[in-house]
């Protein structure tokens, strides 16, 4: 059976450029847009040519090699004729093979904000679309406002979406602009625009998520009839953002009810790209992923839960919905105190740790685990301190160095130059091959201070730590008032590209950081050990 064709367009440089907090530089929409293409996106939106220097920089040459290059921007202005409209002009003149104008179409808007007669406006997309043709670019108009328009004025946003098509726009684009329309209300008129004679296959989606429902908008309109989805890269765009294409791409792909009716420019070999797309384009954002991203998430093919890791131990499909290789990501089943013996076995095995299922020391693991658990360690996020107190209850850890004692300083002072400063101290004891050592730091802060004070003599592992640094810093009082717990947790990463996780417990939040500083050193010597193939006491 022939499957119809559904084109994808990515308006993330656009719409995603209007989310608060992104301001994309004309090198990361270079970068974008080339991820975009590659990736086989059908249109790359890439901004407003004319609205800024960096969109009219960047529309200087054409920036796919397979997708379309689209330059957005309004019809033209009512009372200057279309060849007179500097902001048309730069969309002509732009690199672009297509551009997508955002035009009103409900009377009501065109009344209040643009302030034009029904009739000027129209007047004004059919000039547009003529105008792009005329110079040999594909037209396509993104009818603003057109769900909420619909609603109170269905003859006037359906004129405005003719217009756009009889004056030979590729694609009417039904927008829900301010983002409240429902799947139900898409579903109902879609039909009706297409009933009232625009082909499914010259109509799009763009879809808001202001009541979380954009990406159900875009399926709901893509089984009503429509061709094109819209949307943006980890669902970025103005206010709540757009619908989401990293969702709907695989949803598209991998769900027999639109893969085996439709086919995309995404091959399922591509979609095993998904997840890294997802997160490289995080970090160029400069944000961290979500957790709980669909598809793509850390979390989205995660378990804790004992009875859902003994499943999945026995075959993957008990609780997966897709297989998390499809789209490039990986199953994790957790160690917690929501696990039982599948969760320890599945981790325990990923760590190259082997163990009976009937070895009472597993028992033990789990009742430690449980145990602190209960008192304020959180192990699935410390991945490192984990595997040591695994390794600890199982065989036995050695104890590369002790610590005897430590004290961390923090002072207010004046300086010489008269300035008032903060100074943070720490000393440490240590004691390695039977040797006392004493070690003494300053640092920006208290648990600067005391790392480096700790990291400072090691003795003979001194070396070993050479490229130990650590990432990241997160602190969570557990319970409030005069009770309260202070939960640490540290990341550390190594010379060669290792990342782990440490956490320390305490109702002291220097003695919480202490411990996952230690955990973090004792975990860089032990796999230092395993890599090199020695036993701990080489
Ligand atoms: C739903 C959407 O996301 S649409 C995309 C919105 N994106 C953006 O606005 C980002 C880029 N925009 C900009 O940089 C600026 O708005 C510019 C450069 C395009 C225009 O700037 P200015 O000329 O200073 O106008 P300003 O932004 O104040 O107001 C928009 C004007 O466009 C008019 N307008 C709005 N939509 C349309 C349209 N579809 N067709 C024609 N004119 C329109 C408005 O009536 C208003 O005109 P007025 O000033 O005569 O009242
Ligand atoms: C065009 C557009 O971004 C919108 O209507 O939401």
Known sequence: MSRERLYLYDTTL?????????????????AVAR??????????????????PT??????????????????????RVGISASNDPGLA???????????FVAKSSEYQVRVALGCTAEENLEAIRASVEAVRRAGKE??????HFFDGFKENPGYTLACAKAAYEAGARWVVLCDTNGGTQPSEVRAIVKQVIEAGIPGENLGIHAHDDTGQAVANSLAAVEAGVRQVQGTLNGIGERCGNANLVTVMPTLVLKPAYAERFETGISAERLTGLSRLSRAFDELLNRAPAAQSPYVGQSAFATKAGIHASALAKEPATYEHVPPEAVGNRRRVMVSDQG???????????????????????????????????????????????????????????????????????????????????????VVRIEVDGEQKMSV??????????????????????DEIADLELADYKVRILNGGTGAITRVLIESFDGTGARWWTVGVSDNIIDASFQALMDSIVYKLMKNREMAGLTAAE
């Open 340 to 426: 039982g013996k599948a969760n320890f076995l599945a981790e325990l095995a990923r760590r190259g740790i082997d163990v009976p299922k009937s070895d009472s020391r597993l028992d033990e693991l789990i009742a430690v685990v449980k145990e602190r658990e209960a008192s304020g360690y959180a192990y699935e996020g410390a991945d490192a301190s984990f595997e040591l107190l695994a390794r600890k209850v199982l065989h036995g850890l050695p104890e590369f160095f002790g610590v005897s004692g430590f004290r961390c300083m923090v002072e207010r002072r004046f300086d010489a130059n008269g300035q008032l400063k903060t100074v943070s101290e720490a």
């Open 55 to 76: 969109d009219t920089e960047f529309f200087g040459r054409r920036q796919t090699a397979a997708a379309k290059f689209v330059a957005f921007g309004m019809t033209k």
């Open 139 to 144: 037209a396509m108009v993104d009818c603003e």
């Open 35 to 52: 991820m975009l293409d590659e990736f086989g996106l059908d249109y790359v939106e890439g901004g407003y040519p004319g609205a800024n």
């Open 90 to 100: 730069a969309l002509l003149q732009s690199k672009a093979d297509a551009v997508c």
């Open 14 to 30: 656009r719409d995603g450029q209007q989310t608060p907090g992104v301001d994309f530089s004309v090198e990361d929409k270079i």
């Open 441 to 462: 730091a300053e640092g920006h802060g208290p648990v600067n201070a005391l790392d480096i004070a700790l990291r400072k003599d090691l003795g003979r592992y001194q």
